[in-house]
């Protein structure tokens, strides 16, 4: 891998110092890591639905879909809750 040039280590600087910069890094959330016991069978599954989808791994395409399945569930919840408000 190449070195960066003295102009573009000047200019990584300079942007590191402006908080415009570092905007982007917030969206980045603390993760926990969680283990649960997958059978063979299905992580050969994920793997081959992964690739298929261009995920990174099968962990990914699994943490988006719970991602997902959890966004869902809690709207169900906020939806349910303000109807019973009403």
Do not use: C, H, N
Not at 1 to 26: G, H
Not at 61 to 74: D, F, G, I, P, S
Request: aromatic share 6%.
């Amino acid at each position: 891998m190449k070195q960066p040039s003295k102009q573009e280590l000047a200019l990584l600087k300079t942007e590191a110092k402006q908080d415009k910069a570092w905007e982007e890094v917030e969206r980045f959330k603390v993760t926990k890591p969680t283990s649960i016991r997958l059978s063979p069978q299905l992580i050969r599954d994920l793997e081959k639905i992964a690739i298929l989808r261009g995920e990174k791994s099968y962990q990914a395409l699994l943490k988006r879909w719970v991602t997902e399945r959890v966004q869902y569930e809690m709207e169900l919840i906020d939806l349910a809750k303000s109807k019973r408000a009403i």
